[in-house]
């Protein structure tokens, strides 16, 4: 139960400040990357509703997936937000479970103040089968290098850098098939245009398995096994125990013996 009186502060500075970077020349190369990649990830999944995690609704990745309704999570509320738009923080989703055909995750685990949790309720909220797209800064890149050398409270490196295969291992507990992780983008991470050009090129290189790009795209299905009920078995009848005709004859036949010595033991007395 939370402690009401010390009430439990969305970690909305970070996100914002995200939103904010995604406005920015690198931040505005690395959203066409994505968005372009993740087009190509989702464009088999079909069904009904579809919840995208992340940023924000002013920077959407999968306004291009087949499924019929679509709406953003956004942990912080403000004016005139548009009808397709839930407030609600992403480890503690207002949704109800196993409503939601795919899910995404856009940097939600990198701010969130708890990745697990935030993990734990996507997979709540998702059917049977449903697939979950995750996206995450690498740490093992030029931009995990930027990090560890930056100084500064700036996003995206006052934001957690999560490896992908890490998110794997997490997703293997809560009963997820990972089909794929790929990294991509090799944009040097400064917010100059020469610098920022000048390794693109890799991307057409080097595999996307080879984990250097900037960002990983993981692709999971959920799986749920239901447990297999043992019919009921209808009631048996009960079998009759008994003796046999010629049994039952002999029976009577000794009790008959027994009376007429009893009565002539009484006579000779």
Same mark, same amino acid.
């Given at each position: 139960? !939370?402690?009401?009186?010390?009430?439990?502060?969305? =970690?909305?500075?970070?996100?914002?400040?995200?939103?904010?970077?995604?406005? $920015?020349?690198? @931040?505005?190369?690395?959203?066409?990357?994505?968005?372009?990649?993740?087009?190509?990830?989702?464009? +088999? /999944?079909? @069904?009904?509703?579809?919840?995208?995690? *992340?940023?924000?609704?002013?920077?959407?990745?999968?306004? $291009?997936?087949?499924?019929? &309704?679509?709406?953003?999570?956004?942990?912080?509320?403000?004016?005139?937000?548009?009808?397709?738009?839930?407030?609600?923080?992403?480890?503690?989703?207002?949704?109800?479970?196993?409503?939601?055909?795919?899910?995404?995750? &856009?940097?939600?685990?990198?701010?969130?103040?708890?990745?697990?949790?935030?993990?734990?309720?996507?997979?709540?909220?998702?059917?049977?089968?449903?697939?979950?797209?995750?996206? *995450?800064?690498?740490?093992?890149?030029?931009? +995990?290098? !930027?990090?560890?050398?930056? !100084? @500064? #409270?700036?996003?995206?490196? =006052? =934001?957690? /850098?999560?490896?992908?295969? !890490?998110?794997?291992?997490?997703?293997?507990?809560?009963?997820?098939?990972? $089909?794929?992780?790929?990294?991509?983008?090799?944009?040097?991470?400064? =917010?100059?245009? @020469? %610098?920022?050009?000048?390794? %693109?090129?890799?991307?057409?290189?080097?595999?996307?398995?080879?984990?250097?790009?900037?960002?990983?795209?993981?692709?999971?299905?959920?799986?749920? /096994? $239901?447990?297999?009920?043992?019919?009921?078995?209808?009631?048996?009848?009960? #079998?009759?125990? *008994?003796?046999?005709?010629?049994?039952?004859?002999?029976?009577?036949?000794?009790?008959?013996?027994?009376?007429?010595?009893?009565? %002539?033991?009484?006579? #000779?007395?």
């Amino acid at each position: 139960m !939370r402690n009401l009186t010390k009430p439990i502060i969305p =970690n909305i500075s970070k996100q914002k400040d995200l939103e904010s970077w995604f406005q $920015s020349a690198l @931040g505005r190369s690395l959203l066409a990357s994505q968005r372009e990649l993740i087009a190509t990830a989702i464009q +088999g /999944f079909f @069904g009904v509703i579809q919840a995208e995690i *992340g940023v924000s609704h002013r920077v959407p990745v999968a306004n $291009s997936s087949n499924i019929t &309704h679509k709406f953003f999570v956004i942990p912080d509320w403000s004016v005139d937000l548009p009808s397709n738009v839930l407030v609600s923080e992403s480890d503690e989703l207002s949704l109800e479970t196993g409503s939601v055909d795919l899910v995404i995750l &856009h940097h939600a685990l990198d701010f969130t103040k708890d990745p697990h949790q935030t993990l734990r309720e996507a997979s709540r909220v998702l059917k049977s089968t449903g697939h979950l797209v995750i996206v *995450g800064f690498n740490p093992t890149s030029f931009w +995990g290098i !930027r990090k560890l050398f930056n !100084r @500064g #409270k700036q996003a995206p490196w =006052n =934001n957690r /850098f999560i490896s992908g295969n !890490r998110i794997s291992d997490w997703l293997n507990l809560l009963h997820f098939q990972v $089909s794929d992780i790929e990294h991509h983008y090799y944009g040097l991470p400064f =917010n100059k245009l @020469g %610098l920022l050009k000048q390794f %693109l090129w890799l991307d057409n290189i080097l595999n996307p398995k080879v984990p250097l790009g900037a960002y990983y795209i993981l692709s999971a299905q959920k799986q749920t /096994f $239901s447990r297999i009920q043992n019919r009921q078995r209808w009631n048996q009848p009960v #079998k009759a125990v *008994g003796l046999s005709l010629s049994s039952s004859r002999n029976v009577y036949n000794i009790s008959q013996k027994s009376k007429i010595k009893n009565k %002539l033991g009484e006579q #000779k007395n």
